[in-house]
């Protein structure tokens, strides 16, 4: 059973940058991928980034060039950081490890 925390959304206002967090617990989570999920109101969830446990990385297209994913073993987590944030980056942000996910966390861009 794996157990995830997310943190380090909040409010930031366009052009900002947020790092967020996942924190994994629990057992058989350590050879897996690790993917940063969002969901908008009323839209589908959405792949952001995805690491693999060698460090691979792919991104969204919409988030090319702005968000980097990686990972620290040896703590069991995994960053996203954002950059240059725009006001359609406002979503909650939900990491996915193992086929767990964890709670999410509110990234609101706003002026």
């Known amino acids: 059973q794996v157990q995830l925390v997310e943190s380090g959304g909040g409010l930031v206002q366009p052009g900002g940058s947020l790092r967020l967090s996942c924190a994994a617990s629990?057992?058989?989570?350590?050879?897996?991928?690790v993917g940063w999920y969002r969901q908008a109101p009323g839209k589908q969830r959405e792949l952001v980034a995805r690491?693999?446990?060698?460090?691979?990385?792919s991104y969204a297209d919409s988030v090319k060039g702005r968000f980097t994913i990686s990972r620290d073993n040896a703590k069991n987590t995994v960053y996203l950081q954002m950059n240059s944030l725009k006001l359609e980056d406002t979503a909650v942000y939900y990491c996915?490890?193992?086929?767990?996910w964890g709670q999410g966390t509110q990234v609101t861009v706003s002026s």
């Open positions: 996915n490890w193992a086929l767990a």
């Open positions: 690491i693999t446990f060698g460090g691979a990385t």
């Open positions: 629990g057992s058989s989570f350590g050879m897996y991928a």
